[in-house]
């Protein structure tokens, strides 16, 4: 059976450790220059260093986007910056233009060359022109299908990643200037503004129409292809790409622990049963999600399938804390608050190695001047909290609906 790669995106390092931790095989992250997310942390050339090192020694990788469609002065430090790529160790970039992946054969060849979604990939003759270039892999658009992936894969050796989860874009893979003539932030050089998403007033003329005929938005649901993983998997696709570099660690964490726990099952026992399914989609919905759809995986999507009135992604403060530390010998876990909790509440912890654990919050008190709690109500502090089983650092805690 295929040996298939679940790869996460990570907007800073720690974001991009949890995603490692949890399940991730490769992780996919921005640098300081030609990442399409520049509202992300992003990785200095040593935070780089720093991640490679780290996925290395859990025998995984680290891919660095240079996925904007670049103008000339975007290109006057390429050479420094892919010179500081290859020092710092990384197994691969993920680019949409023809002159980054030309100088990047040149000064590091050791660096693998994916060529993005941006490129609209869409067909096998197109992925023939990029084999003779060199490239190691090619990431299909969102909007190939899973019989056009099938066909696909007869027709190339080379490999091929394909979106399951997160955002989707209103436009065709990206290239939309919406963004660009709304708000001047050019979403092909990492500023988009996601005016896909706004709300508009729709007028006819200058009167205005009624809310019956509002226009509120074009943004699509966002993808989730859960459902869809043993076909990919038997249909020889080499990596599963989750979307989402500007998304929280909790959201990483919770979403790539459900694509892991899925994808082992299913080399395992070569098939998901329909109840076990329903868990994981009932597990991935406790991460911060808007609404879900297929998108055009199994062919075009509907209206209803593809598109959303209103916004849905309001956080659900579910998750409450992470894990620092643990002592076994007095039962006390040292968490870090991330939302706001109380005496007596039912929440559950999980992790990389731990199975969704609930119990009640019966005692707590301030790290640092070790006053009784009854009340969490400051993202960060520190917390001592009684827990009756063994956690690990980098564990989390979520409430429990």
Known sequence: MNKIELLAPAGNLEKAKIALLYGADAVYVGGKSLSLRARASNFSLDDLKNLATFAH???????????????????????????????AKVDAIITSSLAIMTRASQLAPQIERHVSTQMSITNSQTIAFYEKLGITRVVLAREVSLAEMALIRKHTKLELEVFIHGGMCASYSGRCVL?????????????CAHSCRWNYQLFKGTKKLTTKEQFFNMGSKDLMALCTIPTLINMGINSLKIEGRMKSAYYLATVVRCYRQLIDEYNQYHQIPPDHLENYIEEINKAENRLTSIGFL?????????????????????YVAHVLDYDEKTQMALIEE??????????EAFGPTLENTKFYITEMYDYETKEVLDVARHPLQKILIYLPFVVKKDDMIRKVK
């Open 298 to 318: 199994k062919g075009m999507p509907t209206i209803n399938e593809q598109l959303y009135d209103t916004r849905t992604e309001h956080p659900t403060k579910e």
């Open 338 to 347: 991330r939302n706001y909790f109380v005496k007596g509440d039912l929440v």
């Open 57 to 87: 020694q859990l025998n995984k990788k680290v891919y660095v986007t240079t996925n904007i469609i670049p103008h000339d002065e975007d290109l006057t430090t390429l050479d420094e910056f892919l010179i500081g790529l290859k020092e």
């Open 179 to 191: 963004s660009n003539h709304l708000t001047r932030r050019d979403a092909n050089r990492g500023g």
